[in-house]
């Protein structure tokens, strides 16, 4: 990303005043400003004005006691990722960078930083659908030809044949239990759809968190898992009577609510743990959103149904 300090700020004296500042700007050609650094004699920032507060005060005002000295910045090589993330953290529009001396170096502007967000926008997104990381000519994706398309695509959609394979022989084992009573089968696609909406929501939430949030990943991990046990104890409360009322079976009642309390915990732990898992070894987080994640759930959730079977309908 290319930024400047002359195209995003205007760098002032802390002894210059507003009035001495407006009749230096009267005396340049007019330009666009999102920020007021206020710096020493060597470069140092002391603190900045946005332009609503430099509106606010009188001409004789000495801009640096008037500068905030609390405004947010960042030290060089931070992440553009990071960047953002501290500007919507701190709600400011723009953010100076300075070095270790606590020199001014440059100031991400307001563009920069939504050309960020929506970058990573695009890219959650690509990866939501398993598609692999695009190249500088992503815009023309749609035209591209199918080669290049089957490439992106190809990898993930290979991991999920082989865990539908894997879920494919959980459902096979139990063949004898859907024969003695085929009602086993009807919850199958039921259990499986909210198990995977579940990790879907941790998945989104987590890849957020950690690309975005100040949040702690102990702290979102255990937000997620108090939110899966919530859902599953609503969830189950609410199919114990459904399944009651329609097959009058109570065992099976009591299988299906524990099949959807046990996936719901397990579906918010394993949507935010392998995202987290992936950016410990190096991956782009967003990456735990695809197919791969999704195969699991399906897997452990037909596992546990049927173990959950085998447990009350022996």
Avoid at 54 to 62: E, K, M, R, V, W
Avoid at 266 to 295: E, V, W
């Amino acid at each position: 990303m290319h930024r400047s300090v002359a195209r995003h700020a205007l760098v002032v004296q802390a002894g210059e005043s507003l009035g001495e500042l407006r009749l230096r700007l009267q005396q340049q050609p007019a330009r666009a400003w999102d920020l007021v650094c206020v710096t020493d004699a060597q470069r140092r920032l002391l603190g900045c004005l946005s332009a609503t507060e430099l509106l606010a005060l009188p001409d004789g005002q000495l801009l640096g006691s008037a500068a905030n000295r609390d405004w947010p910045r960042a030290p060089p090589g931070t992440s553009d990722e990071r960047m953002a993330s501290i500007a919507l953290h701190h709600g400011v529009a723009a953010l100076p960078v300075v070095d270790a001396d606590g020199k001014l170096l440059e100031v991400v502007g307001p563009g920069a930083l939504m050309n960020v967000l929506r970058r990573e926008h695009v890219q959650d997104l690509h990866r939501l659908a398993g598609i692999a990381r695009e190249s500088a000519q992503a815009p023309q994706a749609l035209h591209a030809a199918p080669l290049r398309r089957l490439r992106h695509r190809l990898p993930w959609l290979l991991v999920g044949l082989g865990g539908s394979a894997a879920a494919t022989l959980v459902v096979a084992r139990f063949e004898s239990a859907m024969a003695a009573l085929p009602a086993v089968a009807f919850f199958m696609p039921g259990l499986v759809y909210l198990a995977d909406a579940i990790g879907t929501q941790s998945e989104t939430i987590a890849v957020r968190g950690l690309s975005l949030s100040h949040m702690g990943l102990r702290q979102l991990f255990a937000a997620e898992i108090r939110t899966g046990l919530l859902l599953g104890a609503v969830l189950s409360a609410l199919a114990f009577p459904l399944v009651m009322v329609a097959f009058g079976n109570l065992r099976l009642a009591s299988a299906v609510a524990l099949a959807l309390a046990i996936p719901s915990v397990l579906a918010s732990a394993l949507g935010l743990g392998m995202p987290a898992l992936l950016q410990r070894f190096g991956a782009d987080p967003a990456y735990g959103s695809g197919p791969l994640a999704t195969i699991l759930q399906d897997v452990l959730t037909l596992a546990i149904y049927f173990g959950c079977i085998s447990l009350i309908m022996p």
